[in-house]
């Protein structure tokens, strides 16, 4: 007789074919016959039943619950969102499906692991690790000039704020400063790149909840800053610009009239965006109300940037910690009220209209001088210096090849990139590659907390609740 149970008849009674140790830990009927449900629905396992009931990765269940409590939330068994609303449901009624990793409006590898009765969302668990990057370990193995490479591309819409922050600290370690200019321009690129990104956010969001014109309009904005990127770095993303000690090259002849028809456009773009869309009943429904976490659930899971400031939380790093020169210039923090996904989309577009304004007073008030730090440990030799000083060229080749050392120690440091907090931590051992480095990335606590955000709604709600929260899988699976 087969092993496996028979969805044909209904019979999900597997066999044992080993017996359970005495240390196992024996479910209660009743979530031993969810379990098997659960498999058979998933896969049709046919691994022995003691195997099922300690884990079954295929399915990414839960380990049993351990005597001890305590246990239980060390080892992550214990999820506390996992039912927010009191597990009623007909077994009958129950259905267990999964949407991506495959999925076009997960907005990258994301499986969304989704119980249902009917229409209604039961339990959602978010389940990552797709990607496979490494990048975190990769920098280990690359020097702190190349780091920038590393790092840029973790989130990939926002690149200058991965390579400010990785910057920054090791700047912190170095001990040096840099000059104003290079300050100046790490907040006119970073600025520009929030603008940017929010502005892929307002072509998906609007794509994700039919308003198919929305993906037309933000791409044709984002262009313009992409292509002031691209004379500024040569590359459109991915840039390695900021580098430890300033940026990679001074802003090329005439960059303040590319500044001045971004000012000019994307304001007017907006003002179309909203008259498209703060007003359409569709858009209305599709969003008011929808995927909401209120201030005490964002603190609990971490959530920062626009999606905690859309459920009034008023948490900005650029006033809190200021850096690079941020506290300089004049802006405001928009809050929302409700923390659904209206708030953010309102939220989001107001984030733009304050970046425009700090790259208005940047324009203004551009210092002359260096676009990097003097330090000679840290900067190569002026180019035509390596013409005619063979001493210059060793160095220059000995930087570049070999890198510069960073005196033993470890340092974190946060940004405000345009999906939160962003933050670093470095440890150097007195090496040229660094020991350690762990990013804390937005959009890693913002996935997590999407049980939250998605629990007890509708399966029409996902991919607008999803969207809101501008995931990037990069930026989870380092």
């Not at 896969?43 to 300690?54: C, H, I, L, N, S």
């Not at 659904?340 to 700090?358: C, F, K, T």
């Not at 330090?375 to 030799?381: A, L, N, Q, S």
């Amino acid at each position: 007789m087969s092993d496996t149970p028979d969805l044909a008849t209904g019979n999900l009674e597997a066999p044992t074919t080993e017996a359970p140790p005495e240390s196992a830990a024996q479910p209660s009927p009743t979530a031993r016959q969810r379990r098997e449900v659960h498999d058979a629905w998933v896969a049709g396992t046919e691994e022995p039943a003691w195997v099922r009931e300690a884990t079954d990765e295929g399915a990414q269940e839960l380990l049993p619950e351990a005597d001890d409590p305590a246990a239980s939330s060390q080892r992550g068994i214990v999820v506390a969102d996992d039912y927010v609303v009191e597990d009623d449901v007909d077994e009958e009624e129950r259905q267990i499906i999964n949407m991506g990793p495959q999925h076009p409006s997960t907005h990258g590898v994301l499986r969304l692991h989704l119980e249902l009765e009917g229409e209604k969302i039961h339990r959602v668990k978010p389940i990552i690790g797709y990607l496979h990057t490494g990048m975190e370990k990769t920098a280990e193995t690359l020097t702190y000039l190349q780091g920038g490479t590393n790092v840029t591309r973790m989130d990939y819409l926002s690149p200058f704020h991965n390579e400010l922050v990785y910057s920054l600290a090791v700047e912190q370690l170095l001990g040096i400063d840099v000059p104003p200019r290079a300050e100046a321009i790490r907040i006119l690129m970073t600025e520009l790149n929030r603008i940017a990104s929010h502005l892929v956010w307002i072509a998906t969001q609007g794509m994700d909840v039919g308003a198919i014109s929305m993906m037309l309009y933000g791409w044709r904005e984002r262009e313009l800053c992409l292509d002031f990127f691209e004379k500024v770095t040569g590359l459109r993303m991915n840039h390695n610009y900021v580098r430890p000690g300033g940026v990679a090259a001074d802003l090329p002849d005439g960059w303040e009239d590319d500044v001045e028809v971004i000012l000019t456009r994307i304001p007017a773009a907006l003002a179309e965006y909203e008259e498209i869309l703060n007003a359409n009943p569709i858009f209305l429904d599709r969003t008011q109300g929808v995927g909401v976490i209120t201030p005490e659930e964002c603190r609990a899971f971490g959530v920062t940037g626009a999606n905690a400031r859309a459920s009034g939380v008023d948490w900005d790093l650029r006033k809190a910690f200021p850096y690079s020169g941020i506290d300089r210039y004049d802006f405001d923090v928009p809050l929302g009220t409700h923390g659904d996904v209206y708030d953010r989309w309102l939220v989001r577009l107001e984030e733009i209209r304050q970046s425009l304004r700090i790259v208005s007073q940047v324009l203004a008030t551009m210092p002359a001088g260096d676009y990097r730090t003097d330090d000679r440990k840290v900067t190569p030799p002026p180019r035509k210096r390596i013409d005619e000083s063979m001493e210059a060229l060793i160095h220059h080749f000995k930087l570049f090849t070999e890198g510069f050392k960073v005196p033993e120690g470890e340092v974190y440091q946060a940004v405000e990139s345009p999906r939160g907090e962003l933050g670093v931590y470095l440890v150097s051992n007195g090496g040229a590659r660094p020991w350690r480095l762990h990013m804390r990335t937005p959009s890693f606590a913002h996935v997590q907390a999407l049980p939250v955000m998605m629990t007890d709604s509708l399966v029409a709600d996902i991919v607008a609740t999803l969207a809101s929260v501008d995931p990037v899988l990069g930026d989870v699976d380092r």
